[in-house]
């Protein structure tokens, strides 16, 4: 199969994204981690920042690149001469957003979408419930890859001592 997009925010990416990712890369013939440009929505780590981390997790995988992109998904999928649009699907209560997005998504452009199960050893695991525990000091090692783990718990130290200074 040609060219597939997993678009997101991965602020910060998961071992559950890179489940998804690295499957994907096993069923097509390349794939384009497309990480969301949204100046409206504050990121903890800057795009440049999401992309060397996806970067670095996925370099064993010869057919995977990483590009950032803003605007409409279809407009970066056209760009990229992607026909398939690939997300992942932790429960049935992502359902209903997914499919909204990838009815919207085929009706813009014809573009179609694969909603394909995280492994359920991840399914729990999300961006911003894994930034809340590592917040309040919890241990999110097996959730994230070892060197995004550190950059959070980098950040959670600083915003810990940032905290105190203005105690
Ligand atoms: O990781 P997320 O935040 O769930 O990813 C959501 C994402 C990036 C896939 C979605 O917000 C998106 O496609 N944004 C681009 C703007 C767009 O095309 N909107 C219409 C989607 S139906």
């Keep these: 199969m040609p060219k597939a997009v997993v678009p997101g925010s991965f602020d910060p990416v998961t071992l559950g994204h890179l489940d998804v990712v690295t499957r994907t890369a096993a069923l097509f013939d390349e794939v384009v981690v497309a990480v969301l440009v949204n100046e409206s929505k504050r990121a903890l780590f800057s795009v440049q920042e999401r992309i060397d981390m996806i970067q ?18 279809t407009d970066f999928c056209a760009q990229q001469e992607a026909s398939v649009i690939v997300k992942g699907l932790r429960a049935p209560a992502d359902l209903d957003i997914e499919l909204q997005m990838a009815h919207m998504n085929t009706h813009l452009s014809g573009v179609e979408t694969l909603l394909l199960p995280t492994s359920p050893s991840l399914s729990f695991v999300s961006s911003s419930l894994v930034k809340e525990v590592v917040r309040f000091g919890g241990d999110i090692s097996g959730l994230v ?13 600083a915003g810990r001592e940032e905290e105190k200074r203005e105690r």
């Design 56 to 73: 670095r997790s996925t370099a064993a995988t010869a057919n995977v690149s990483v590009m950032s992109f803003s605007g409409l998904l």
């Design 145 to 157: 890859p070892a060197d995004v783990r550190d950059r959070l718990q980098g950040r959670a130290t």
